[in-house]
């Protein structure tokens, strides 16, 4: 219970937590490891030779594309397949022979699985009532996880008379109800639409933090994996292939797979001209050259790649002072999105760059318009430049 009051207490507004970060500790123990973990089915690898550590009070988010392996990886920590090769690791201890029932590990799929002839307050309970504990206890429990999930009003009702949002936090409770030490969730938010899946990411965010359960993640949504996630893991089939906290991950690619896959991206290829003491020149394929105060580890004449968010650039009608770290074409197509717009620029070379602006007038008075001539520039400190 002290650490459940420790772990409240450093939980800021939003379920972000006040200088959380056990993986930067050397001598934190994991509560989740995955030592060195394949698992096949027949020749191909769902799962290749993964190591992964997941920390107590984390909210951890696998994310990558259908077919990475991410589902795998989760029904390998809730029981439901065994590992070909490698171990499965709970505080410390194996559990690839502990069945599914015997881990306190739960699960809550994408389509729910309510009973539908049993109201909210007898799907929460069931669990409950399966393990024989005391009439009073299911009681007690079913109607604290009911004001948690704020269903206690609706208690009485069907899955049926509910709706998508009001059942996916049955599940929850549901899944919940049994104490679990680490909660895992499979495209939780996926039947949700749009609106309700933002409201929903905060409201898990907030759970997770009063809680204090560890949970994991599975979803595609890099957004959804970046709102609610402490670190996020990066899959490519069947391997990890990054992890951090969303900042490190957006802000720092470790290779242009994940640069591409999380976020918006210009990718700019070139060759490493120059290295001086305040960073790197490169000829770059757009015909411009490109300035970074990064450091990698590669030879002049290495070919390299600069990545540059749309976020991170200038568009002016005019050309800027600096020769570098500009370029210049025409606005071939504009996407109002609200409160930013997207500009497709197309280069004099014909290359495509995206570049992001916020919405700050209406949009009859956007100042740019599809088909003038505009100019891209960024500072040195804008990208990333990667060797592959």
């Known amino acids: 219970m002290a650490d459940e009051v420790e772990i409240r207490q450093e939980t800021d507004r939003g379920g972000a937590k006040l200088g959380f970060a056990p993986w930067a500790d050397p001598a934190a123990r994991p509560l989740v490891r995955f030592d060195a973990v394949t698992k096949r089915f027949g020749e191909t690898r769902a799962v290749d030779a993964l190591s992964l550590d997941i920390f107590p009070g984390e909210f951890f988010a696998l994310l990558g594309p259908s077919g990475c392996g991410k589902s795998t990886l989760l029904r390998l920590l809730a029981g439901f397949e065994a590992p070909s090769e490698g171990r499965v690791l709970l505080d410390g201890t194996a559990i690839d022979a502990v069945p599914p029932h015997r881990r306190p590990v739960n699960m809550m799929f994408q389509n729910y699985a309510l009973f539908p002839h049993l109201t909210v307050e007898g799907n929460v309970a069931f669990g409950l009532k399966q393990e024989g504990r005391p009439r009073a206890e299911i009681a007690a429990r079913v109607a604290e996880m009911l004001a948690l999930v704020k269903l206690a009003p609706l208690a009485r009702r069907k899955p049926h008379e509910l709706s998508g949002g009001q059942r996916q936090r049955v599940a929850l409770a549901r899944s919940l109800v049994k104490r679990p030490r680490v909660l895992l969730l499979d495209e939780p938010l996926a039947a949700l639409d749009k609106q309700l899946r933002g409201e929903t990411q905060f409201e898990l965010m907030e759970l997770q933090a009063r809680l204090g359960t560890t949970f994991v993640i599975v979803t595609h949504d890099q957004e959804e994996a970046m709102t609610v996630a402490h670190r996020m893991g990066v899959m490519d089939r069947g391997r990890i292939v990054q992890v951090g906290t969303p900042a490190e991950v957006y802000e720092q690619p470790n290779s242009r797979y994940v640069a591409s896959f999380v976020g918006d991206v210009n990718l700019i290829e070139g060759r490493l001209a120059a290295v001086g003491p305040s960073g790197l020149l490169i000829d770059s394929t757009v015909g411009a050259k490109l300035a970074t105060n990064q450091r990698v580890e590669a030879d ?31 606005v071939a197509e504009i996407a109002y999105l609200g409160n930013v717009s997207l500009y497709k620029v197309r280069l004099d070379n014909g290359f495509m760059m995206k570049a992001q602006l916020p919405n700050l007038t209406r949009v009859v008075e956007r100042p740019i318009g599809t088909n003038e001539r505009v100019w891209l520039s960024w500072t040195p400190d804008a990208g990333v430049v990667l060797t592959g």
Not at 310 to 325: D, F, G, H, S, W
């Open 300 to 330: 002049v004449g290495a070919t390299v790649w600069v990545t540059l968010r749309p976020e991170k650039l200038r568009v002016a009608t005019a050309p800027p002072a600096a020769n570098e770290n500009c370029v210049s074409g025409h």
